[in-house]
């Protein structure tokens, strides 16, 4: 399918709800610094909160809350191993976007001699 039929598709799916009030609402979970880092390193696989809260030196409440917002926000899956919660992304392309947006930022920081 060309970039022409997949805009097509999308328009046609977003006809019967309001896709761009919903992207809005799902882009606001990643206005936190800390929600873009939990992102950034489960794009290298499955984390618990304990591995997450290590990584990012912060607590196990704080992590806790953050991945609560996600997960209710379906930027964020689990799977359980008994009593432990593994947290995974739930689909690559919201990653992708992040990782577009942040390339692009720096890309414009360089331009301006920010960096």
Not at 7 to 17: H, T
Not at 49 to 58: D, I, K
């Amino acid at each position: 399918m060309d970039e022409n039929g997949k805009a097509s598709e999308v328009k046609n799916l977003a006809a019967g709800i309001d896709i761009f009030r919903i992207h809005a609402a799902f882009c606001t979970i990643f206005s936190s610094p800390i929600r873009l880092q939990i992102m950034d390193f489960l794009g290298a696989g499955e984390k618990t909160v304990t591995e997450l809260a290590e990584e990012l030196n912060v607590s196990l409440a704080n992590v806790s809350q953050h991945l609560r917002l996600m997960r209710d926000h379906g930027a964020v899956e689990t799977r359980r191993d008994g009593r432990t919660i593994h947290y995974r992304i739930a689909n690559q392309k919201f990653l992708q976007g992040i990782q577009i947006v942040r390339e692009g930022l720096l890309e414009e920081f360089k331009k301006r001699g920010a960096l």
